[in-house]
């Protein structure tokens, strides 16, 4: 996936939105990079005042998720200059990274299964994990 540059557009005035979308596309770009495997994201803004955005995705082995889950956390803190929390990495079945305004979920295949985070908070807009 190409990834095109953040587009300002006109000032709104939340000043947060921009950022959020910003910070949103860096996970996504980023994931997509690491080659993650089902990505979702799941917008909350209106939903859930925890955050705007929760993303999803899956990684092929406890090593792919936690490579993942360091390489997010150094971008958002080098884009943003955010330090997102992270739990989660000694094991890295299950790698929670909390930017503000993002949350991203990075599981192994069969701990997504398990949990199902998609079905739980998709508000009927995503599909749930097959078995793909």
């Known amino acids: 996936m190409n990834a095109s540059p953040h587009v300002s ?3 709104q005035p939340q000043g947060n939105l921009d950022e ?3 910070l949103h596309q860096l996970v996504l770009t980023s994931l997509d990079d690491d080659q993650a495997v089902e990505t979702v994201s799941i917008p909350l803004a209106g939903k859930s005042s925890i955050a705007d955005y ?4 899956s990684g092929r082995s406890t090593r792919q998720v936690a490579s993942m889950a360091n390489k997010l ?6 884009e ?3 330090n997102p929390r992270v739990e989660g990495l000694p094991t890295a079945d299950w790698v929670l ?3 503000g305004d ?3 979920h990075l599981f192994r295949p069969e701990v997504r299964t398990f949990y199902n985070l ?4 998709a508000f009927g807009d995503a599909p749930p994990v097959g078995n793909a």
């Open 118 to 121: 998609e079905r739980m908070w």
């Open 80 to 82: 943003f200059g955010r």
């Open 73 to 78: 956390a150094e971008k958002i803190k080098a």
């Open 102 to 104: 993002v949350i991203v």
């Open 20 to 22: 959020a979308e910003a």
């Open 97 to 99: 990274i909390d930017a």
């Open 9 to 11: 557009r006109t000032p």
């Open 54 to 57: 929760m993303v999803v995705a």
